[in-house]
């Protein structure tokens, strides 16, 4: 697809992270399964239930804008999650694996947040108000994440690690 104007780059954001929260969805479930701490492992899924969530979100902004929900390749999210399998099947020390879990859910969040952050932009920019809520209410959570993350890993897993 041709990107002409502001919009198809939307419309292509807006794919791309569609195809980045479903494969999120893939891989958090893997990610808590490997996970040996309960608090970690907790965080995980109830973000893996909140990605569910925000697909569905993408698919109400694919409906306002008459197009069918489907994703465009993100490889930023592919090496992301490659990244984080290598850490789950290299990692020997259960400690090890839990902080190297967080540090790859965390690059998965940083890059959502960005890219949230400027759908939200974007999505005002061209007037679309409704979306821009979505975009926002799916960025907050995404920071809120982030934050639980960082959280567990301040005060508890990093020093287990270590």
């Known amino acids: 697809m041709a990107m002409k104007t502001l919009d198809d780059l939307f419309v292509h ?7 980045a929260e479903k494969q999120a969805a893939k891989a958090l479930p893997k990610m808590a399964k490997k996970a040996s701490a309960d ?3 907790d965080a995980l899924e109830l973000h893996q239930q909140e ?3 925000q697909i569905e979100k993408l698919e109400l902004v694919f409906e306002m804008r008459d197009l069918k929900p489907r994703g465009v ?4 999210a592919n090496g992301i999650i490659e990244e984080a399998k290598e850490i789950m099947d290299e990692a020997q020390d259960d400690n090890t694996r839990d902080a190297g879990i967080i540090a790859a859910a965390q690059a998965l969040e940083h890059y959502e947040i960005s890219r ?9 920019q061209l007037g679309m108000k409704d979306a821009a809520k979505i975009f926002a209410q799916i ?6 994440t982030d934050a639980k993350l960082t959280k567990i890993a301040e005060e508890q897993l990093n020093k287990q690690a270590a």
């Open 13 to 19: 954001m807006l794919r791309d992270m569609y195809y």
């Open 116 to 124: 949230y952050g400027t759908m939200v932009a974007w999505a005002n």
């Open 139 to 144: 960025l907050d959570q995404e920071k809120l």
């Open 39 to 41: 608090v970690l492992r």
């Open 73 to 76: 390749t993100c490889d930023a």
């Open 51 to 53: 990605t569910e969530e």
